[in-house]
């Protein structure tokens, strides 16, 4: 009596007493395992075969041992390119000696039920800070400014002229005052005020008089 059954992805004919090596069982050394894709049985002569399994057959085998196959060689080149790749791989396997073959009444296998995916509750999202709700003006405008110091007043809630304009020098001097090299403030707060009321000539003229923001 012979059978041919699915066993890890692969078709086997098995006989009882035959040992097998399929591809790696996820079952400890010793213990038994029931395979029951039985694709077709002969039972002295007698055929049955499955569509596509045989319902109520199961082949029985027990687990000897894990073991890995031999070193297989995968060598890739490309011509003219200077291209060689060398790379050896071993099979992980697992070997079975086959105990029994049911012709019926076995057990089908339970599928394995998926765990419901229990929800974990989300902690609820942290509000994230509220966005000015008009862009912020470009505070690199001002003369003494630049990039560096007006990311590091938009961190400290200074995204506008009108905000700077409002701010003391002493004030932002203390904001700014991990930001490297020395940075003078006493006008920041007057061309801010400016710029917030769109005298933009006025402050290009008294610009070209400025030195890094110092009158």
Do not use: C
């Not at 213990?31 to 075969?49: A, P, S, W």
């Not at 049911?102 to 998926?114: F, L, R, W």
């Not at 001097?173 to 920041?188: L, Q, Y």
């Amino acid at each position: 009596m012979y059978a041919i059954v699915e066993m890890a992805g692969q078709q086997f004919k098995v006989a009882k007493d035959q040992k097998v090596f399929v591809h790696r069982l996820a079952v400890e050394e010793g213990k038994k395992v029931t395979f029951d894709t039985v694709l077709l049985l002969d039972d002295n002569g007698q055929i049955t075969i499955g569509a596509p399994a045989i319902n109520g057959a199961a082949v029985e085998a027990k687990v000897l041992k894990h073991l890995k196959g031999d070193k297989v060689i995968v060598f890739k080149k490309k011509r003219r390119k200077g291209y060689r790749v060398k790379n050896g791989h071993r099979q992980s396997l697992t070997e079975i000696v086959i105990e029994n073959i049911v012709a019926s009444g076995a057990k089908k296998a339970a599928p394995k039920k998926e765990e419901a995916k229990k929800e974990v509750a989300k902690p609820a999202a942290k509000p994230a800070a509220k966005k000015a709700t008009s862009k912020g003006d470009d505070l690199k405008k001002v003369e003494g400014i630049g990039p560096k110091i007006a990311s590091t007043l938009n961190e400290a809630g200074i995204t506008t002229f009108a905000e700077l304009a409002k701010t003391d020098a002493a004030k932002i001097s203390e904001i700014i005052a991990d930001v490297r090299g020395n940075h003078v403030t006493d006008t920041w707060p007057e061309q801010a005020q400016l710029a917030a009321d769109g005298k933009w000539d006025e402050l290009k003229k008294w610009q070209d008089e400025l030195d890094g923001g110092k009158a």
